[in-house]
């Protein structure tokens, strides 16, 4: 773990190392495959063997389409699981496969299959040729009995000819019967009287299928003839019939099912046949590379998380549709403007969204194809471009399976509905609010419905009361609080991130009070102190937390803000930061009307957040020059503001200028490659006069500041001297200037030689 500085570690360097290799053997990368492991009876399946399996097979499929981070689905593994186990007897008549949609090697083939949400449980006949043929189970089925009918019911559709592996399933008729050992060389006939509506008959045929000299039929309730041979009166009952004529009842009495095949196995003569059943693809790896888990802080948003959400939005969630319009498409355009008024992210991904967003407006339907092809990272805009895969740093889990993109879709729309918050802009600026956008994506979009269905629950009941973006703010959090205590204790959270009530007294101490309650066991509750959680989650989901470093850098730097990252990366697209060496680990601090706007919006207040207390967040020292480690030690903090307003107002006007130019190109071409200037930071419009009068009583320098203020002024005057020409301008100078020093020495040398050699000449001519 890291300290609350984030920049030392708080074990030795061996104990961070045991740690790391006891998490490493604890990821599951070499013992399992998604949520299932090898050595479960079902086939592991991949964009490679999906399809080569499934078509043109002799016995029927029925394949788990699954996203390893829904909790749905991790819900329904165990079920899943268990059905495979229930049935693995009736291989290779029945197959049972699994495929992981949220790997994005897989995410092209559960497009064609047609996914849009998990999981998804699809029925493939024998010799099925497109993923068209594949019958989705219906939702409701949840139980290994139900699936179990289901299966049974899907093969008994099949048309002529039956499958050759699949034993049959049709009840036995009377002429059937009379002929049966003169036609099958088999020792005993099993007979199962069995209501019309009922699968035993047809599960204990299938659970025998894989063993010789024995063959199950079935009889029904409604054949009253073979009913009244053989004297039933009670259902279900078992006859055993053998080849010399003798018949004997089945025993059975409670678990119809395990008793008749416990007993039918264990005949002599009975004996399991060899069939080969592959439980896992010959090409699939056996092993998954993995990567250590990394010691992320947790009071940290990593930018990473959060342009993965996004990528996951938009490249997997809304391209799974062949088409998409009407109210789905009003939903995708209201999320892709929200990320572009909002979303406070990295400048190619804002103007990759920017583009996204001018490109979607006009659109009245998508097709699948289109939408693709407007996703891609083009090579023409190097300046707009998406990550290809999504990468979790903060939002990595314990095991491939665990949080991912539920944590950060939720870290998403918390820092959207934050951003919004903090900006003052009036309710008909026709930007989407971020709450109705949030919900009609995951209306819309979000691939586990059983989760979006309980949101949308919450939605309908208290969204309509939201009035203010602050209350926006705190509905969100309320929301994911209770979505955390209904997901708590499930077994599908992972184990090392529990779902608690957040935040924690560890980040937010003032955010919870404990009051009087005669009703509980220990007569105290927990209260919430709304007007500090509102504080604290502006300030954890805010432009000013997101880092873009990884976990593993902040043991020796600490992270810049994405505002910072922003502004350099403008000033040197832009042109402004050409022959000038930037410091690249400057921090760039609000001004005082900024921190004065902080304050009022809840961004920033020292006394509110018990700052030095545990919990508290972690804020950045204001500087505007970066100081030496040694000047961080001194007491004194000075700041030259001279050169900084010098080199800001310097900034300024080559901007102006490289703007201006910029202007003129984009009337010739349209592509909107632009940098989008970073709308939260405000120009420093200080004369120095004022900044000179401001800072006057901390301006006592040591000799060594003394002397970079006195460079400073010196270059103050070399760039009013300089002021209206360019390098180019100079260059020619200097180069004129070394040209007229050569031609004045040869001149000089030149004289010099002619003076003393007409002194020579009248010497000789005088002797």
């Given at each position: 773990m890291l300290s609350a500085a984030g920049s030392r570690p708080l074990m030795p360097t061996a104990c961070l190392v045991a740690v790391l290799l006891f998490l490493v053997r604890e990821i599951p990368g070499t013992t399992s495959l998604g949520l299932y492991a090898p050595d479960d009876p079902l086939v592991q399946l991949d964009a490679e063997t999906l399809e080569r399996r499934i078509f043109n097979s002799t016995g029927a499929w029925v394949v788990e389409f699954y996203a390893s981070w829904c909790g749905h689905c991790k819900a329904f593994a165990p079920v899943w699981k268990g059905l495979a186990n229930d049935v693995k007897d009736w291989r290779p008549a029945v197959m049972l496969g699994a495929i992981d949609c949220a790997d994005f090697s897989n995410k092209n083939i559960c497009y064609k299959f047609g996914i849009k949400s998990y999981p998804t449980v699809k029925f493939f006949k024998m010799l099925s040729q497109k993923p068209e043929d594949g019958m989705p189970l219906p939702d409701y089925e949840k139980t290994i009995e139900s699936l179990r009918g289901t299966i049974i019911s899907l093969m008994e559709s099949h048309e002529d000819p039956w499958p050759s592996p699949s034993p049959p399933l049709h009840p036995i008729s009377v002429t059937e019967l009379r002929d049966f050992f003169l036609v099958n060389n088999v020792t005993y006939l099993a007979l199962i009287f069995d209501q019309d509506n009922s699968f035993l008959s047809r599960e204990v045929a299938l659970d025998m299928f894989q063993f010789e000299n024995i063959a199950v039929r079935r009889i029904l309730k409604s054949n009253e003839e073979l009913v009244k041979q053989f004297n039933i009166t009670t259902f279900p009952s078992g006859l055993l019939v053998t080849n010399n004529g003798s018949c004997r009842s089945i025993p059975g009495l409670e678990n119809w099912r395990s008793q008749y095949t416990s007993f039918l196995q264990n005949l002599p003569g009975v004996f399991r046949r060899d069939v080969f059943i592959p439980t896992v693809s010959p090409t699939a790896p056996t092993t998954i590379p993995f990567t250590i888990w990394k010691l992320a802080d947790k009071r940290k948003i990593y930018m990473d998380d959060l342009e993965s959400a996004v990528l996951y939005t938009l490249r997997i969630e809304a391209a799974v549709f062949p088409s998409l319009d009407g109210e789905r498409l009003s939903a995708l355009k209201d999320f892709v403007s929200v990320l572009v008024q909002h979303f406070a992210g990295r400048l190619v991904v804002k103007n990759y969204l920017s583009?996204?967003?001018?490109?979607?407006?006009?659109?009245?339907?998508?097709?699948?194809?289109?939408?693709?092809?407007?996703?891609?990272?083009?090579?023409?805009?190097?300046?707009?471009?998406?990550?290809?895969?999504?990468?979790?740093?903060?939002?990595?889990?314990?095991?491939?399976?665990?949080?991912?993109?539920?944590?950060?879709?939720?870290?998403?729309?918390?820092?959207?509905?934050?951003?919004?918050?903090?900006?003052?802009?009036?309710?008909?600026?026709?930007?989407?609010?971020?709450?109705?956008?949030?919900?009609?994506?995951i209306r819309s979009f979000f691939g586990c419905r059983d989760c979006a269905q309980h949101f949308e629950a919450m939605a309908a009941e208290s969204m309509h009361e939201v009035r203010s973006r602050n209350e926006a703010v705190l509905w969100l959090w309320s929301r994911h609080n209770r979505v955390n205590a209904r997901l708590a204790d499930r077994g599908t959270d992972d184990p090392q991130f529990p779902k608690i009530q957040w935040p924690p007294k560890s980040f937010c101490l003032s955010c919870r009070s404990t009051s009087i309650d005669s009703s509980l066991q220990n007569g105290r509750k927990s209260v919430w102190n709304k007007n500090?959680?509102?504080?604290?989650?502006?300030?954890?989901?805010?432009?000013?937390?997101?880092?873009?470093?990884?976990?593993?850098?902040?043991?020796?730097?600490?992270?810049?803000?994405?505002?910072?990252?922003?502004?350099?990366?403008?000033?040197?697209?832009?042109?402004?930061?050409?022959?000038?060496e930037s410091d690249q680990d400057n921090q760039k601090e609000p001004d005082e009307d900024t921190k004065t706007e902080q304050l009022e919006t809840g961004k920033v207040e020292k006394k509110k957040f018990d700052l030095g207390k545990p919990g508290s967040p972690e804020l950045h020292k204001p500087s505007i020059i970066k100081m030496s480690t040694k000047a961080k030690e001194m007491v004194e903090d000075i700041v030259d503001l001279d050169t900084f307003s010098e080199q800001h107002f310097k900034s300024e006007d080559l901007k102006?200028?490289?703007?201006?130019?910029?202007?003129?190109?984009?009337?010739?071409?349209?592509?909107?490659?632009?940098?989008?200037?970073?709308?939260?930071?405000?120009?420093?419009?200080?004369?120095?006069?004022?900044?000179?009068?401001?800072?006057?009583g901390a301006r006592q320098f040591s000799g060594v500041q003394v002397e970079k203020e006195n460079t400073s002024r010196r270059n103050q005057w070399i760039y009013i001297l300089g002021i209206?020409?360019?390098?180019?301008?100079?260059s020619l100078c200097v180069l004129l200037y070394l040209l007229s020093s050569v031609c004045l020495l040869g001149m000089y040398t030149f004289f010099r030689m002619r003076m003393s050699y007409r002194k020579a000449r009248l010497a000789y001519s005088l002797t």
């Open positions: 583009n996204l967003d001018l490109w979607l407006r006009p659109k009245t339907i998508v097709l699948q194809r289109e939408w693709e092809e407007a996703l891609k990272n083009k090579k023409e805009f190097p300046n707009a471009t998406l990550p290809e895969t999504p990468h979790w740093v903060g939002c990595q889990g314990s095991k491939p399976q665990f949080r991912g993109f539920p944590c950060g879709l939720w870290s998403l729309f918390h820092h959207l509905t934050v951003q919004a918050a903090c900006r003052k802009q009036s309710a008909s600026s026709g930007i989407p609010d971020v709450l109705p956008t949030m919900r009609g994506y500090r959680v509102l504080m604290f989650l502006k300030w954890h989901f805010s432009e000013k937390n997101i880092y873009m470093d990884s976990p593993l850098a902040h043991q020796t730097r600490s992270g810049r803000n994405v505002a910072q990252q922003n502004y350099e990366a403008e000033w040197r697209l832009e042109g402004g930061g050409r022959g000038e102006l200028a490289r703007q201006s130019s910029i202007r003129e190109r984009r009337t010739k071409r349209d592509t909107r490659l632009f940098l989008m200037e970073n709308e939260g930071r405000r120009s420093l419009d200080y004369s120095r006069e004022s900044l000179r009068n401001k800072n006057l209206g020409f360019s390098r180019l301008d100079v």
